[in-house]
């Protein structure tokens, strides 16, 4: 029995030390649709299906994950202390796959802003950004063009810095740094009850400071911790991990109180935790993590999870492009749900544009980030962004019967530029790209000015 259990055990380490798992990529595509969904759909359909259950879980989800790979990516470098872990080829790739992206963003967002605004940027401060969020909160990672799911941004970069600290805690001690994800995570939550428990909080200062812990990575740290704990190993039948077992029905059964019955634990009257991610949620998603680990396999062939993995790998960029998308959605209508109660069969045909919009565009972000060559990427990067605004800027000027003449042009070369590549079967010269990028900004500047795109605003 010994000798079965080591050669389990064996196996299962060597099945972790490949470079990635389809599991991983497929749970990750799939909780992207669920992030998109969630941002475009009102909680007054949300509220009624259940979403507690499975659409809710994608943040969760994305949080073990995030524990999940960072421990086997350290667990492949070999690294055991602090100072292998916190060393420059670490920080470098992290500037490159989350801070380079987001700056990029940040820049764009804001020029596409404020063209939308009337290049006014009190204007932009106040309804895009305003009075939601406050100045310190531009400070943690949010955009001054707001879009929903921008407050995950903050997270993710705080992450960076926290990661290796607790990985280096789990070789150590692995079991009391679990625990400690949960008692560290547990007493934020009773710090900002103790100091920001009021409901609704008595100023704008206050519900700024609730949005730092709120978008902070220790109010999240259990979940992370529970993703860190796979790594070391993910049998959901293995003795190491029976405990998730209870866990999972603990929050099963919080869950399906807080969904179905309005349960909500509360002192004195006011509601002891904040948001709805938190230490009573998570066991539930890691339990499902786990699942799917076990039943998906872990390498298939063939196209369908080829585009998965894609899809997964892509998932951060496609974030990202839905922040700025529905940015310039709420921009225009002032909410970026655009399903709610009583919409029409029409809206379908809405839905399945928006998922492809950010789904390609997210896309073509990551694969642009993959070329080698900083000056083709910046060419690619123009082209991407300006096709993909000029797309949303069509979409909103059809709802009153015109577009003009540069706009259908740039929508023209976006559907002519991949089919040329399909033909020539081989990269533009830089120079080619770089003549046709001058046309495409050429033609976006026309636009901006023949419609004056901030009347945007008054559609």
């Known amino acids: 029995m010994n000798e079965i259990y080591l050669i389990d055990k064996n196996q299962e380490i060597l099945r972790e030390e490949k470079h990635s798992f389809f599991q991983v990529s497929f749970l990750k595509a799939v909780m992207i649709f669920l992030v998109i969904f969630d941002h475009i759909v009102t909680w007054n359909i949300k509220s009624s299906i259940g979403a507690a259950l499975w659409e809710r879980i994608s943040i969760p989800v994305f949080l073990i994950i995030m524990g999940f790979n960072i421990g086997l990516s350290f667990k492949r470098s070999g690294a055991s202390t602090l100072k292998e872990l916190y060393t420059k080829d670490y920080f470098k790739s992290k500037i490159k796959r ?25 204007n932009m401060y106040n309804n895009q950004y305003a009075p939601d969020h406050g100045i310190i909160n531009l400070f943690t990672g949010f955009f001054v063009f707001w879009g929903p799911g921008n407050w995950f941004i903050p997270v993710l970069l705080q992450s960076i810095l926290i990661m290796p600290l607790l990985y280096y805690g789990f070789t150590k001690y692995p079991k009391l740094t679990l625990i400690l994800c949960f008692v560290i995570e547990i007493l934020i939550q009773l710090i900002v009850f103790t100091f920001l428990g009021e409901r609704p909080l008595p100023s704008w200062e206050k519900a700024y400071i609730l949005t730092v812990f709120m978008t902070s990575i220790p109010f999240y740290l259990s979940a992370v911790g529970l993703g860190m704990w796979f790594s070391f190993g993910h049998n959901f039948r293995s003795k190491r991990n029976l405990f998730i077992w209870i866990l999972f029905l603990i929050s099963l059964t919080y869950l399906i109180a807080y969904q179905f019955f309005g349960f909500r634990i509360k002192i004195n009257g006011v509601q002891l935790l904040r948001g709805d991610y938190h230490f009573l949620v998570f066991p539930y998603s890691a339990f499902l993590f786990l699942v799917v680990m076990a039943l998906l396999p872990e390498n298939p062939q063939g196209k369908f999870s080829r585009a998965i993995s894609l899809i997964g790998k892509s998932t951060y960029h496609i974030l990202l492009i839905q922040i700025f998308g529905l940015g310039m959605v709420f921009a225009v209508g002032g909410t970026h749900y655009i399903v709610d109660v009583g919409s029409g069969p029409d809206i379908i045909l809405d839905v399945i544009v928006v998922y492809t919009i950010f789904i390609s565009a997210g896309i073509l972000w990551y694969k642009i980030d993959q070329n080698k060559d900083i000056l083709r990427r910046f060419l690619y990067y123009i082209n991407l962004f300006i096709v993909f605004v000029s797309l949303f800027f069509v979409i909103f000027l059809a709802k009153i019967s015109w577009v003009p003449i540069p706009l259908l042009i740039i929508i023209i070369y976006a559907i002519a530029a991949p089919i040329t590549k399909f033909i020539i079967k081989k990269p533009l010269k830089t120079r080619t790209l770089g003549i046709m990028t001058a046309f495409l900004v050429l033609n976006f500047v026309l636009a901006a000015l023949y419609i004056g795109v901030f009347s945007l605003m008054s559609i």
Do not use: A, H, Q, R
């Open 98 to 122: 989350y801070i380079i992206p987001f700056l990029i963003l940040y820049g764009v967002s804001t020029i596409i802003g404020l063209i939308m605004y009337g290049f006014n940027w009190v």
